[in-house]
């Protein structure tokens, strides 16, 4: 039992790190390829940030682990849309950009409903994932159109403390070696995140099936939280550094792309697709439709989220986690 939370905790410091460099090292060679800032941080940092999700969905879709690959998508989405804009929301009122309201929670909204489409037959196929993939690109391919007609100071700002200050050298030698570094930084993040995930998914099998939890909630709960926690770290950093707006951009972006991104690459590489359990496809799948109504309805509000708004979602999410354990026999302590 030691050993499973020891490797809880390797690994999740693994999946940091990893994160980290994969955000840092992304970033910087967008930046180097003058990438429009807006298009930066709502995709190539909020793909950097679902890594982790990536990594592991990956792993247990190899394995034959649909029920952790599956919950681990639904879980973190919620812990995106309630906890981390909820908790930036804790720390500093968040101010919301109209082009998030008007375009991509919409398209957040979407995803999480063609999701629910998809697993509504108790699979998602590699045509599925297909689909998903290309509707990745072509959200890709309209985030950067809007964002180089209407590039975001802020985003700018944030982008390049993550990433580093741009290379204001035309040296092609400079360059050169500044895109090999970064791509030695996004390999070395990757690798971590492989590690890390193997070393997370092993240590919270082990712990959770002690208390007598099932993959799927291990997936939706224990997993999900800990491939979360870049982009928590992520958006938090941003509030604290005043850039306020990166959070609610990067925890939208990344639901998005757990949807479009990890899910179907992990439908894409699984031999036999994800089968997903009646219980997540007709109770989770559709309570991450209302939490991402339910965000979109709070940034709506006046185009800023309040602390209470923040306390109030925080609450949905413990109150779903509970909701969770009561479900599954999960309450009472084996000690």
Same mark, same amino acid.
């Given at each position: 039992m030691l050993f499973a939370i020891g490797q809880l905790i390797a690994g999740s410091l693994l999946l940091l790190i990893g994160g980290e460099g994969v955000v840092r090292g992304a970033s910087r060679l967008a930046i180097l390829a003058r990438l429009s800032p807006l298009?930066?941080? +709502?995709?190539?940092?909020?793909?950097?940030? %679902?890594?982790?999700?990536?990594?592991?969905?990956?792993?247990?879709? $190899?394995?034959?682990?649909? &029920? =952790?690959?599956?919950?681990?998508?639904?879980? !973190?989405? *919620?812990?995106?849309?309630?906890v981390i804009i909820g908790f930036s929301a804790i720390v500093a009122a968040l101010p919301v950009d109209r082009q998030i309201t008007r375009f991509d929670v919409p398209v957040m909204i979407a995803a999480c409903v063609a999701m629910g489409v998809l697993s509504y037959d108790g699979n998602i196929n590699r045509i599925d994932g297909i689909l998903l993939l290309v509707a990745m690109v072509t959200y890709f391919g309209i985030s950067y159109r809007l964002g180089k007609e209407k590039p975001s100071d802020d985003?700018?700002?944030?982008?390049? &403390?993550?990433?580093?200050?741009? =290379?204001?050298?035309?040296? /092609?030698?400079?360059?050169?070696?500044?895109? $090999? $570094?970064?791509?030695?930084? /996004?390999?070395?993040?990757?690798?971590?995140? =492989?590690?890390?995930?193997?070393?997370?998914v092993a240590g919270s099998v082990t712990f959770a099936r002690h208390f007598?939890? %099932?993959?799927?909630?291990?997936?939706?709960?224990?997993?999900?939280?800990?491939? %979360?926690?870049?982009? *928590?770290?992520?958006?938090? #950093?941003?509030? /604290?550094?005043?850039?306020?707006? @990166?959070? @609610?951009?990067?925890?939208?972006? !990344?639901?998005? +792309?757990?949807?479009?991104?990890?899910?179907?690459? #992990?439908?894409?590489?699984?031999?036999?697709? @994800?089968?997903?359990?009646c219980s997540i496809a007709f109770i989770d799948v559709p309570v991450m439709i209302g939490a991402a109504v339910l965000s979109w309805l709070v940034l709506r509000t006046g185009h800023v989220v309040s602390r209470f708004e923040g306390v109030l979602l925080v609450l949905c999410y413990c109150a779903y986690i509970v909701y969770l354990l009561i479900a599954n026999d999960a309450i009472a302590s084996p000690w």
């Open positions: 298009f930066v941080g +709502l995709t190539v940092v909020s793909l950097g940030t %679902s890594a982790p999700e990536m990594a592991v969905s990956i792993s247990t879709a $190899l394995e034959g682990k649909a &029920d =952790i690959t599956i919950g681990n998508v639904v879980g !973190s989405n *919620l812990f995106n849309m309630l985003m700018k700002e944030f982008v390049e &403390d993550v990433a580093g200050s741009p =290379i204001e050298s035309d040296s /092609l030698g400079k360059k050169a070696v500044a895109v $090999l $570094l970064q791509l030695l930084i /996004l390999a070395l993040g990757i690798g971590a995140l =492989i590690l890390g995930c193997e070393w997370f007598g939890l %099932s993959e799927a909630v291990i997936g939706l709960t224990i997993v999900s939280v800990g491939t %979360s926690l870049p982009e *928590l770290v992520t958006s938090v #950093a941003a509030t /604290l550094k005043g850039e306020r707006g @990166i959070a @609610i951009g990067n925890a939208v972006g !990344s639901t998005i +792309l757990n949807i479009l991104a990890v899910l179907g690459v #992990a439908s894409v590489v699984s031999p036999v697709g @994800i089968n997903v359990l």
